[in-house]
């Protein structure tokens, strides 16, 4: 799999004595599905809002695509990474949802006629094609999370930055959230959640990324990194239930959260 953003050595502070990232050095591959995770306040914000130049590190550098964030606008950026904003009302501001979806094309120059097809098409990916002329802030939190996705969808990105993309968000639209990530992800979206609900990361993501003091502490599959309660206390993360389960019950190997290690684990008895 091809690189397609790249941290090397990133250093990043608010205030110049007080580094928040503290020489992160990372590769999100093309077509992955990544998880950061960690305790509040552990840099995972400002780690995902360098991968479109939101930010840009103090020192080091972050490569998209081959090229310096440094010498990149956002805007140019955000063509091929897209960052979804943990509160959706900080993206949302037509009257709208086709006004509010149709911003970002507008912006970047495309043609009437494709527009509308890139609106209809995010849209549709959404679920949302039937409410085109609603107003965005009569919605339900989780329909207005959707309306800033399809927003973002309308630019075709490649990689999908989601910042807590289920906070506040009740059961079904927890789940209906990341029904819709897995099938952007499915699509050939790279996708990369920042996330506290370890159950969502345990079940969706290919690839987790722990965060602690603004270093990178554990990079792996769910297996791996779940599997290591001294690392993760350290980090101020507790494991999915399924894995303190395993756990608890003594069992060495770490269990996925599937049907199959579910079944194992009910009928093992050594
Ligand atoms: N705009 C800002 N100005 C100054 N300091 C900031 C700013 N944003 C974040 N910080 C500080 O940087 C550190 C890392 O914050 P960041 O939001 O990246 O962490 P996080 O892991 O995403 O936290 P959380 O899980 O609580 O959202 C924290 O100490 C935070 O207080």
């Excluded at 039937?130 to 802030?137: K, L, S, V």
């Excluded at 329909?143 to 990689?159: D, F, Y």
């Excluded at 993501?205 to 792996?220: F, L, N, Q, S, Y």
């Excluded at 996925?256 to 579910?262: D, E, Q, R, V």
Aim: net charge negative; hydrophobic share 40%; with cysteine.
């Amino acid at each position: 799999m091809s690189t397609v953003i790249a941290f090397e050595d990133v250093w990043y502070g608010y205030e110049k004595e007080t580094p928040v990232l503290k020489g992160v050095s990372l590769e999100i591959k093309r077509g992955e599905f990544v998880a950061i995770i960690g305790g509040n306040g552990s840099g995972k914000t400002t780690l995902a809002k360098h991968c479109n130049g939101l930010y840009k590190p103090t020192k080091g550098r972050v490569t998209v695509n081959d090229s310096d964030t440094q010498d990149m606008s956002v805007a140019r950026l955000s063509k091929t990474v897209a960052y979804c904003y943990q509160n959706p009302d900080h993206q949302i501001f037509h009257q709208t949802v086709k006004a509010e979806v149709s911003f970002g094309p507008k912006n970047m120059g495309l043609p009437a006629a494709e527009i509308e097809q890139v609106v209809n098409e995010a849209l549709e990916a959404v679920g949302l094609a039937h409410i085109g002329d609603a107003e965005p802030y009569f919605s339900s939190k989780g329909t207005r999370q959707k309306i800033a996705v399809a927003s973002i969808l309308a630019m075709r990105p490649e990689v999908i930055v989601l910042d807590e993309p289920t906070t506040g968000l009740d059961y079904r639209g927890m789940q209906e959230m990341m029904e819709l990530v897995r099938r952007l992800h499915k699509s050939g979206h790279t996708i990369i959640v920042i996330t506290h609900d370890m159950r969502l990361v345990a079940e969706y993501a290919e690839r987790v990324i722990v965060m602690h003091r603004g270093k990178i502490v554990c990079d792996g599959d769910p297996p791996h990194v779940f599997t290591k309660p001294e690392m993760l206390a350290s980090a101020q993360v507790e494991p999915p239930a399924i894995y303190r389960f395993g756990e608890a019950a003594g069992f060495l190997a770490p269990i996925p959260l599937t049907l199959a290690g579910m079944q194992s684990m009910l009928t093992r008895r050594d």
